[in-house]
């Protein structure tokens, strides 16, 4: 129904090019009037409903949809209504530009004008932004971003409006930061996406009853107790990221998530600090895992326990792994291997009685032959097998 009503009142003309070309014949005038008059006739859009209008918005970026406001009086609030604001760092090849002059040039001047980071049109346009439910709230700040801007009362303002999706990237040269403590406990809060330097300093009590999806990406942890703490009060968690790197504190990694279906675990680093190797460990207690992607070089233990039913697995590791680790994967539909040492002496040992798809990334410097032929006669299902010969497993998987 929407997407005919759109044909009827804009003809063929895609949402986004219509806005970019109001914007830009606004632009290219002296004055709002003599503007107005040249558009009017083609402006269809500006006749419809307030809700149909933020709906439309949505298909451009935050940016442009807080540009509209220079169009008219009939556009000045509409993006104050956005339920969705995405705020990606300004690249140096992408200086916003403004259009107009006079109150609203100076005003959007101070957001869009030429700047070292886009942390000032957050937080101004935030102020302004008046929706009182947020879907969606992500935020990327780079390292021209100064160290001493107010990300809290962002975060704290997200959750007051019942936030659904948080996304909070922070690549500044700042130390890692801790989030406002509410965050914990927002109960409206569906997926988080944390990022860089983000100190995961988890509160007690803590209670995230809607969360389903968590991606933790090269953040530091206060301690392994905070890890804890967060993983076990997500009760519905079904999807969980982790991208580590050997600074983030932390030396025993666990994951004991009743109802998580997939797990992405990278863990690249070589495990060395202060040219000494740290042994640590990686425990998933997760009996509902369907799907796991792990890819660990840094040679810490690694075991799966109550062997949960695995459906899909890509494993590349240089460790070896326990007998249940080993066990789950007998179940797998889809495989995807690094063929190593490691891997050969366990994947050997296994029935692969459901297999029927397979990728296999083979050392060039690894005799391999035998090893792939006896893997060949344990998968009777097999039908489809990609091989590719790579020089190392961190860069050719």
């Not at 008046?130 to 390292?143: Q, R, S, V």
């Not at 009760?235 to 580590?244: A, F, H, K, S």
């Not at 070589?270 to 509902?288: C, K, T, W």
Request: charged share 25%.
């Amino acid at each position: 129904m929407l997407g005919r009503l759109l044909l009827i009142l804009i003809g063929s003309v895609h949402v986004t090019y219509a806005i970019s070309m109001l914007l830009k014949r606004k632009s290219s005038q002296r004055s709002v009037k003599k503007s107005y008059r040249r558009i009017e006739g083609e402006d269809k859009i500006s006749a419809l409903p307030d809700d149909l209008l933020v709906h439309i918005l949505l298909f451009v970026s935050t940016e442009d949809a807080v540009r509209t406001m220079i169009l008219s009086k009939r556009w000045r609030f509409v993006w104050t209504m956005l339920p969705k604001l995405w705020y990606p760092e300004i690249n140096d090849d992408n200086t916003h530009k403004i259009f107009t002059s006079g109150l609203f040039g100076r005003f959007l001047g101070r957001l869009f004008g030429k700047q070292r980071s886009i942390w000032r049109f957050v937080e101004e346009s935030l102020q302004l932004h008046k929706a009182p439910i947020l879907e969606l709230l992500a935020i990327e700040l780079g390292p021209r971003c100064p160290v001493n801007v107010d990300v809290e009362k962002w975060i704290v303002d997200a959750v007051d409006r019942r936030v659904r999706e948080l996304g909070l990237v922070l690549n500044w040269s700042s130390k890692p930061t801790s989030l406002p403590t509410s965050l914990y406990t927002c109960d409206t809060l569906v997926k988080l996406y944390l990022s860089y330097k983000i100190l995961v300093d988890v509160p007690s009590p803590v209670c995230l009853p809607s969360l389903k999806t968590l991606f933790l990406q090269h953040v530091v942890y206060k301690d392994e107790d905070s890890l804890v703490r967060l993983l076990s009060n997500c009760p519905v968690l079904t999807q969980l990221g982790v991208d580590r790197h050997h600074h983030d504190n932390l030396r025993n990694f666990t994951i004991k998530v009743p109802y998580l279906e997939y797990l992405l675990y990278d863990y690249v680093e070589l495990g060395e600090v202060d040219n000494q190797v740290i042994g640590g460990s990686l425990v998933i207690d997760s009996p509902a895992l369907k799907i796991i992607s792990l890819r660990d070089f840094s040679e810490d233990s690694c075991s799966l326990e109550d062997r949960p039913r695995l459906e899909k697995a890509s494993i590349n590791v240089y460790q070896d792994l326990d007998a249940k680790f080993m066990r789950s994967l007998s179940s797998v539909v889809y495989l995807e291997l690094g063929l190593s040492v490691a891997t050969v002496a366990w994947c050997n040992a296994i029935n692969f009685s459901q297999l029927t798809e397979c990728k296999l990334a083979l050392l060039y410097d690894f005799d391999w032959l035998d090893s792939l032929m006896m893997f060949l006669h344990k998968t009777p299902k097999l039908k489809v097998l990609f091989i590719d010969q790579v020089c190392s497993f961190s860069h050719g998987s």
